[in-house]
């Protein structure tokens, strides 16, 4: 299973994309025309860092085109694909339908994403998405905000996101974390939940919605 989008990267002259590996983990590949072999890393539920493996020649596969492809490729859905075979020109440079202003690059607050991890890892030392949503459902209960929220009618995406950017940041704290940055933390977490990682908040929030309307 392999990333549905295959993106260009500007560090190398590459593509590289997404890609499941052995235990359900999250790995990223980068193809060279000149080249034969292909770099692979894999993303590390830890830190959220691509680790090269060992067969990888970080001469033509520097860790910083690895971290280019990992951001470019944050969110893609995957699908299944047939092998990629790499061309000069698809790396000679990106085609745009249009011009556009370039886009800011999001970096990883690996200091905020690793307090989330500790957080809510269980006694196995795993990443427990059931504690995680537990301890978020309990937020958007308590929360009077998140009542208000559901009074007035608000989206459930727009209930789940406050739920989420509040408790990141209490988690981390960092009050200065911003959405982009709390939404690639979030994106990196999903990598290895098969369900979505919000999946029982999301059901909660539906569920709160409904309630609070009058029969």
Request: glycine share 4%.
């Amino acid at each position: 299973m392999i990333r549905t989008n295959i993106v260009t990267l500007t560090v190398i002259p590459a593509i590289a994309y997404r890609q499941k590996i052995k235990g359900g983990k999250s790995g990223i590949v980068i193809l060279r025309p000149d080249v034969s072999q292909p770099g692979m890393a894999e993303i590390s539920r830890t830190s959220g860092e691509p680790i090269p493996n060992r067969q990888t020649n970080l001469k033509k596969y520097p860790p910083e085109a690895f971290k280019e492809a990992m951001t470019l490729t944050v969110g893609m859905p995957y699908k299944q694909q047939n092998y990629v075979k790499v061309t000069k020109d698809m790396v000679a440079k990106p085609v745009k339908e249009k011009e556009e202003p370039d886009e800011v690059e999001i970096a990883l607050n690996e200091d905020a994403y690793k307090k989330v991890v500790e957080h809510y890892t269980d006694k196995t030392g795993h990443l427990s998405y059931d504690l995680i949503n537990k301890d978020f459902i309990k937020f958007a209960h308590s929360s009077s905000i998140v009542r208000n929220m559901i009074a007035c009618d608000d989206s459930a995406a727009d209930i789940r996101d406050y739920i989420v950017y509040n408790k990141i940041r209490n988690i981390s704290g960092n009050d200065d974390l911003t959405d982009a940055e709390i939404d690639l933390i979030v994106s990196l977490l999903d990598e290895v939940s098969p369900k979505g990682i919000f999946k029982e908040l999301n059901s909660e929030i539906r569920k709160m919605k409904k309630e609070a309307k009058p029969s």
